[in-house]
């Protein structure tokens, strides 16, 4: 990837942060975005200088008034430009709990950060995008669950499926390929003490074919198999980055 570049939201820490190390590490200029912690995505930078690469920090925060703009006043300085090469929607805001206790506000939030931000930076970026290039978000296997603590999160993260699918078709024409990724249990600075609470860790991975947990890495090497020539002939697809969590009984693992 050297001479491309890639914006990466949501990059100050865990899956973003993973993603924007792996694609410097294959010779990208990544455009390191962060919401409100500027000291982790400075953390990312400086971990992407330390490896030889080339990386800025932009903050804007997502869901709020003029957010897009935001975001490509600081894209545009960092290109100087140049073309983006590689778009990675990452960013996202978490599960707002069961429908039972949601509230519109939360909806509304939820639907503003993981639905409106990915679809009007997509938009915006399409004139800066190079024929060829590439679109990537991250969503969930929570659409393939039936997981009704995630109900609401889990309708965001089908929006942004189908806007790849639909999007794969329209922008095929320029040779830029869309595509989802879907994650499964990642551990992340954010939710790992979720994991290390007694037993969850141990219950996930034995829901999981490949028996652990997901880390950052794991999700962030399949985002840089998209994003490199090898893909070229991939588009309009979700592919699971989950190691096979909830695929079905694991009556071999039981014992049975
Ligand atoms: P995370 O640790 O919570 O990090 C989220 C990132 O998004 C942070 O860099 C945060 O930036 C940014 N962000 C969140 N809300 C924002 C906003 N309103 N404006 C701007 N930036 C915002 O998340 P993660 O676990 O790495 O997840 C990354 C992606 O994978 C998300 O799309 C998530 O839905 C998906 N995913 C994760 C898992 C998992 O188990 N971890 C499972 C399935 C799917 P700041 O902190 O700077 O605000």
């Given at each position: 990837m050297d001479g491309r570049t890639a914006l990466v939201t949501?990059?100050?820490?865990g899956i973003g942060q993973a993603i924007a190390i792996r694609l410097a590490a294959e010779g990208a200029m990544v455009v390191v975005h962060f919401g409100t912690d500027k000291d982790g995505a400075l953390a990312t930078v400086g971990e992407i200088e330390r490896g030889g690469g080339r990386a800025v920090a932009v903050g804007a925060e997502l869901g709020a008034d003029g957010d897009v703009e935001t975001l490509f006043a600081g894209v545009e300085a960092a290109l100087a430009g140049g073309p983006l090469d590689i778009l990675v929607n990452n960013a996202a805001a978490p599960p707002a709990g069961p429908m039972g206790v949601t509230t519109p506000a939360e909806f509304d939030r939820l639907f503003r950060v993981n639905v409106r931000a990915p679809y009007f930076i997509i938009q915006r970026a399409l004139p800066l995008l190079r024929d060829g290039g590439r679109i990537i978000t991250i969503s969930s296997v929570a659409t393939r669950m039936a997981n009704p603590v995630q109900t609401s999160f889990a309708m965001t993260k089908g929006a942004v499926e189908t806007m790849s699918l639909t999007l794969a078709n329209e922008l095929g024409a320029r040779g830029i390929t869309v595509n989802a990724v879907a994650p499964g249990a990642t551990r992340t600075p954010a939710n790992g003490a979720v994991f290390e609470a007694p037993g969850v860790a141990e219950l996930i991975a034995g829901s999981t074919a490949l028996d652990r947990l997901g880390e950052a890495g794991d999700v962030a090497d399949v985002v840089a198999f998209l994003a490199?020539?090898?893909?070229?002939?991939?588009?309009g697809q979700v592919i699971?980055?989950?190691?096979?969590?909830?695929?079905?009984?694991?009556l071999q693992a039981a014992g049975a």
């Open positions: 949501g990059a100050s820490r490199s020539d090898a893909a070229r002939w991939v588009t699971d980055a989950s190691g096979g969590l909830f695929l079905g009984p694991r």
